[in-house]
Nanobody
Framework: QVQLQESGPGLVKSSQTLSLTCTVS??????????WSWVRQPPGKEPQWMGC???????GARPSFKSRASISRDTSKNQFTLQLSSVTAEDTAMYYC????????????WGQGTQVTVSS
């Protein structure tokens, strides 16, 4: 059974760097043809894809986040991590880690999500 679990601080101060980790169980994050993404949903807004890291280690971020967001992985721990620098109140959101399959439009597994609040 594939499971994803987000972890990280629930409260971050403005201008600091947010770091979230997703621990995956039930499948290796190096399994071919899958990618692992971060999606966030600010209050009252639609979900926003932030970026992903593929099974082969290739990663990318949404252009609007590119200068602040980076995604990495630790295959020995079967984890992938989001780092978002210079956070502001606009980064307050529910953050989810998800799995997708290359060539398919929808994600097939989601973590339960973790609330992140940025304080001034």
């Amino acid at each position: 059974q594939v499971q994803l679990q987000e972890s990280g601080p629930g409260l971050v101060k403005s201008s600091q760097t947010l770091s979230l980790t997703c621990t995956v169980s039930g499948v290796s994050i190096t399994t071919a043809n899958y990618y692992w993404s971060w999606v966030r949903q600010p209050p009252g807004k639609e979900p926003q894809w932030m970026g992903c890291i593929q099974y082969d280690g290739a990663s990318g971020a949404r252009p609007s986040f590119k200068s602040r967001a980076s995604i990495s992985r630790d295959t020995s721990k079967n984890q992938f991590t989001l780092q978002l620098s210079s956070v502001t109140a606009e980064d307050t959101a529910m953050y989810y880690c998800v799995r997708g399959e290359i060539g398919r439009d929808e994600y097939d597994y989601w973590g339960q999500g973790t609330q992140v609040t940025v304080s001034s």
